[in-house]
């Protein structure tokens, strides 16, 4: 049986330079691949769909970085760039009760009902955005970020000035290739600010998610302070880098295909249905870190040890061809599935039905707007986000009509 002393890995890109090509050769490795994330550290990527979906669900793999032998015994490289997946406090680095009592505190905040009363809002928000849109412009930067960010950012209760110094920091979170030392400084500044933040709603309590979260009580229980900002900074990145990349991957595969988009406009298709193919087919999270293996585990001919790292390889999983015809295809008219890309199990996202919301009412919106809306031809492909975290790219170019 292969182990991680008898394989050679594979060194991810911290670019993420070529995620799909890269993750077509991962998947032929078979379920789970050794590879080699940035610093030398070794990881398996899980890439099959129904393999991730098993072992997402399987209580031998863990978050709590105490069972990752590499970090408990301090051999992490300094300033390592994915450190903030490992060791922020809160949903995404527990298990078990503690981190059922995390989420169950964070779900009377973000209730099913205080997303519904956010559409008004985001239509509004998304309108305001479009208003000023006309030629060619870069669709990220005019749409696709500042939608989810302010979304997010009113959610949390975050003032509009400080939105823009939120993202650079958050970007520099989520990126596989930042320079050693950049991730703690990024993350240490994110901490300050919502910390501040949380203290000011501490005083003067307001109608937003921070003070719904320093208020949420369980059976006497209640979030710590760390708690409360960890979950702050958890929400504002997972908030807003995410749903960016769904609305600029969506539109970029519809301009690709205009016929597909002619059908959508028809209402042939459904906005949701685009939103869900795109989640599939070019998942807004690449590869998810981290996971642990609590107990040694064989998948595929494999020996996971006890102790060892994992990585929830979502846009893998999303094109792979055992569980999808024609999985490398955009086709919003394929009969529904469940994708992966928002997680599964008990660390599925918490925010899916606000990203899902939020998503159909930005292409909804742009495509009524802009019916001609076309591809700008700058003349070289857009270039990708520089991690293998986020799948997106840096850029998207378009002309309105
Ligand atoms: C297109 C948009 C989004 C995508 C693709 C996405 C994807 C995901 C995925 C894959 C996970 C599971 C991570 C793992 O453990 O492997 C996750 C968890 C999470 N997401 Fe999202 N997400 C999106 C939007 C949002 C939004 C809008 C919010 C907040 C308002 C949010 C908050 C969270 C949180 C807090 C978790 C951690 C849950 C836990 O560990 O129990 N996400 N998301």
Sequence with gaps: METSETLSPVVLDPFGRSQHQENARLRELGPVALVELPGGVPAWAVTHHQVLQELLADPRVGKDPRHWTQYAEGRLPVGW???NF???PGMITTDGADHRRLRSLVGQALTPRRVEAMRPRIQELTDRLLDPVQGEFELREAFAYPLPMRVIGELLGLPAADQDTLHALSSVLISSSAEPGETLA???DLLALLGALAERKRVR????LTSALLAAREAGDALSGEEVVGTMLTMLVAGHETTLNLITNAVRAL???PAQLTRVRAGELDWSAVVEETLRYDSPV???PLRYAIEDIVVGGVLIRRGEALLASYAAAGRDGAQYADADTFDAARP?????SLGHGPHFCIGAGLARLEAEIALRALFARFPDLRAADRGTPPEPVASFISNSV???WVVAH
């Excluded at 309590?205 to 937003?208: A, H, Q, T, V």
């Excluded at 529904?336 to 992966?340: E, N």
């Design 336 to 340: 529904p599935g469940r994708h992966l």
């Design 81 to 83: 760039p994915l450190i």
């Design 205 to 208: 309590p307001g109608d937003d």
């Design 286 to 288: 690449g590869q998810f």
């Design 186 to 188: 990024a993350q240490r």
């Design 86 to 88: 490992v060791n922020v």
């Design 394 to 396: 840096r850029e998207l």
């Design 255 to 257: 301009l690709a295909d």
